[in-house]
């Protein structure tokens, strides 16, 4: 590291956080790396559904803050949504009330009860951020590229003999043995891509009983079906018994996505952790490494405020 700009990082992970924490890095004046183990197209965050919403991650009171802050951003992306992969679209939320949640939610605008017409039950009215993630992850390695930063595909065994004075770990489920951090585990969630037959709004609909839940995102590649929340299950094979279950609890909702034709079969592990780590920690030599991983399923959904915060922990540009 002897002679390198004091200013330069290395992000070593290539997801949504990890893309999305260099952006904010490289246009606050930092010379920014990202290493990463394969390409974006082929990350957990490749996999997302990506609805914004504040789900399954702790801790709540900082999360709703990192989520409304990236909220304001997906907004305006919104507004270019063929080059960001950003769209606003509305939807329900079942077996959900406004009571339930924390503070954040009387910031979202619009978010509402639901209507008889709307849900049959409790569920709450949103217009949100749907994000194309086929999209949008080509389009943050962009604006990383166009603000300086590089992106070099790396394996690294150990954040500690990273060439560089500082360090932002944003590996995911990988800091279990990178770290190492036997607090990461993985969630397994399955998807189904079907042929939209018409459908323009989301639904979810959550069993909190069951590691099954029910959703369905209209995207632009196809109609997005879930899902599965199973904890500590490492399999990224599809089982297609559980896509019938996926496709059959859908079509409750939404009869004609039964006869659907199927377009492809997803598997990711969401990077669960009980409540994200985001630490700076000294190196040798007076280097420094941010840790920065932990989101679960909600990486999409607080990115933005979250890679603000890790920036703040890096510190300004010499």
Same mark, same amino acid.
């Given at each position: 590291?002897?002679?390198?700009?004091?200013g330069?990082?290395?992000?070593?992970?290539?997801?949504?956080?990890?893309?999305?924490?260099?952006?904010? @890095?490289?246009?606050? %004046?930092?010379?920014?790396?990202?290493?990463?183990?394969?390409?974006?197209?082929?990350?957990?965050?490749?996999?997302?559904?990506?609805?914004?919403?504040?789900?399954?991650?702790?801790?709540?009171?900082?999360?709703?803050?990192?989520?409304?802050?990236?909220?304001?951003?997906?907004?305006?992306?919104?507004?270019?949504?063929?080059?960001? %992969?950003?769209?606003?679209?509305? /939807?329900?939320?079942?077996?959900?009330?406004?009571?339930?949640?924390?503070?954040?939610?009387?910031?979202?605008?619009? @978010?509402?009860?639901?209507?008889?017409?709307?849900?049959?039950?409790?569920g709450?009215?949103?217009?949100?951020?749907?994000?194309?993630?086929?999209?949008?992850?080509?389009?943050?390695?962009?604006?990383l590229?166009?603000? /300086? /930063?590089?992106?070099?595909?790396?394996?690294?065994?150990?954040?500690?003999?990273?060439?560089?004075?500082?360090?932002?770990?944003?590996?995911?489920?990988?800091?279990?043995?990178?770290?190492?951090?036997?607090?990461?585990?993985?969630?397994?969630?399955?998807?189904?891509?079907?042929?939209?037959?018409?459908?323009?709004?989301?639904?979810?609909?959550?069993? =909190?009983?069951?590691?099954?839940?029910?959703?369905?995102?209209?995207?632009?590649?196809?109609?997005?079906?879930?899902?599965?929340?199973?904890?500590?299950?490492?399999? @990224?094979?599809?089982?297609?018994?559980?896509a019938?279950?996926?496709?059959?609890?859908?079509?409750?909702?939404?009869?004609?996505?039964?006869?659907?034709?199927?377009?492809?079969?997803?598997?990711?592990?969401?990077?669960?952790?009980?409540?994200?780590?985001?630490?700076r920690?000294?190196?040798?030599? %007076?280097?420094?490494?941010?840790?920065?991983?932990? =989101?679960g399923?909600?990486?999409?959904?607080?990115?933005?405020?979250?890679?603000?915060?890790?920036?703040?922990?890096?510190?300004?540009?010499?």
């Open positions: 590291m002897r002679g390198e700009p004091s330069e990082v290395v992000v070593v992970g290539g997801g949504v956080v990890g893309l999305t924490t260099a952006v904010v @890095l490289a246009e606050g %004046g930092r010379r920014v790396r990202v290493w990463t183990r394969e390409p974006a197209e082929r990350t957990t965050s490749a996999v997302a559904g990506a609805l914004w919403w504040p789900y399954r991650i702790e801790p709540v009171s900082l999360a709703g803050e990192w989520a409304l802050q990236s909220l304001a951003v997906y907004e305006e992306l919104a507004a270019r949504p063929e080059e960001t %992969g950003v769209r606003m679209v509305e /939807g329900v939320h079942g077996e959900t009330r406004l009571d339930s949640l924390g503070p954040w939610a009387a910031r979202v605008p619009g @978010l509402r009860a639901a209507r008889a017409g709307e849900y049959p039950g409790t709450l009215w949103a217009r949100l951020p749907l994000i194309d993630m086929p999209a949008h992850l080509p389009w943050l390695r962009e604006r590229l166009r603000a /300086g /930063g590089t992106v070099e595909e790396r394996t690294v065994r150990d954040l500690a003999a990273v060439d560089a004075p500082v360090v932002v770990n944003c590996t995911g489920l990988g800091a279990r043995d990178l770290v190492p951090d036997a607090e990461v585990r993985p969630v397994r969630g399955q998807l189904v891509v079907v042929e939209n037959p018409g459908i323009t709004t989301w639904l979810t609909s959550v069993d =909190h009983a069951s590691a099954a839940t029910t959703y369905f995102f209209p995207q632009p590649g196809g109609l997005v079906l879930g899902g599965t929340a199973e904890e500590d299950v490492w399999s @990224l094979t599809p089982d297609p018994a559980v019938e279950r996926i496709v059959a609890r859908c079509a409750v909702f939404r009869p004609e996505i039964a006869q659907a034709r199927v377009l492809g079969h997803r598997v990711g592990l969401r990077p669960a952790r009980h409540a994200v780590r985001l630490e920690v000294p190196l040798p030599g %007076g280097r420094v490494l941010v840790h920065h991983y932990g =989101h399923g909600a990486g999409v959904t607080v990115a933005w405020g979250c890679a603000r915060q890790a920036a703040g922990l890096v510190g300004p540009a010499a």
